[in-house]
């Protein structure tokens, strides 16, 4: 690594980690946009040497250390580098992405990757803060396996109904399927273990949420441990969070069809197609929303869809603008 020492003296400013799963490239940026590079193991050796040189190089605790949030690859040195008092944004790879689309040139390397996550540290304001705490990280593991064992639940089921109607509908071949129902049920009995979990351990305005005539603890429970610990400062910011937001294409005359955009988890996205259906069955404020939508003649996919981005909208201001205090009878 070859430093200018006349740039020594000058303060870094921000830091751009791009994380991979054997390595992790480091582009410290300087006041005068000179920058350090550098590359390290992704395990506990490599990121105690990164913070040794975030020392050496006299980084401050406020300046942002960017990386992206990459599956489990970015939590062992989110965590570290956090514990040692450094400030780590984690940050949407779509941010990314939006950057590197506005390069003249669009090249991606890690080395490059590192030092656009240092440039977005010092033009973005705001970005999310990672949180060193335990339980929201496993929370977010805990719903991470829910939605797996829910696609698991769904593959498996719809095999199942498939072998069984090949095998005994149309070939006349009986076939012990009981092992495969018992699957399935234990399947469902772990989801329960896990939602009931999250319910004792996420966030405290869980149980008051649930107060809500059409959602459920369990909802309330995955709602609020996934999305809880992000930071939104408008209603439009959560609903494009979990992609619910319409994405529309026009060119000219030319008006293409609307469609959710579908960025964030599409487990999110399913529980709140659950709640939006809960709503309408028994929460009169939703139930005549959803009415009115339907005798306007907009499709019942459409209205349900609608009825959870009113449903967002309500969370936020509940949630993150505290402007919502719930009656027991809400």
Known sequence: MEENKKSESKGIVSVGIDVSKAKLDIALFRSDRSHVAAGF???????????????????????????????DYHLLSALMITKEGFRVNCINPLITKKYQRASIRGTKTDTIDAARLAEIGLLEDNLPLFSAENQPLVNKKVISYLSLLEKTKQQLKAGFKQLERVSQDILGVQLDLSTS?????????????LK???????????????????????????????????????????VAFVG?????????????????????????????????????????????YYDRLRKEGKHYTTVLLAVARKFLRFLFAFYWKKSVILQPTA
Request: charged fraction near 25%; charge should be positive; glycine fraction near 8%.
């Open 181 to 193: 129902q018992q699957a399935l049920k234990e399947l469902d009995k772990q989801m329960k273990v």
């Open 41 to 71: 193991a992704n395990n506990s050796d490599g990121i105690t040497q990164l913070i040794v040189l975030l020392k050496q190089q006299r980084t401050a605790v406020t300046v942002p250390c960017v990386m992206e949030s990459t599956g």
């Open 196 to 238: 009931h979990y999250l319910v004792e351990h996420g966030p405290k305005e869980v149980k008051e949420l649930s107060t809500i005539r059409g959602v459920s603890e369990n909802q309330a429970a995955v709602l609020l441990s996934g999305l809880g610990d992000k930071t939104f400062s408008h209603k439009d910011q959560l």
């Open 244 to 288: 619910l937001d319409i994405r529309q294409r026009q060119s000219g005359q030319w008006i293409g069809k609307q469609k959710l955009s579908k960025r964030g988890s599409g487990y999110l996205r399913k529980v709140l197609f659950q709640v939006a259906w809960g709503l309408k069955q028994n929460n009169d404020t939703y139930k005549e």
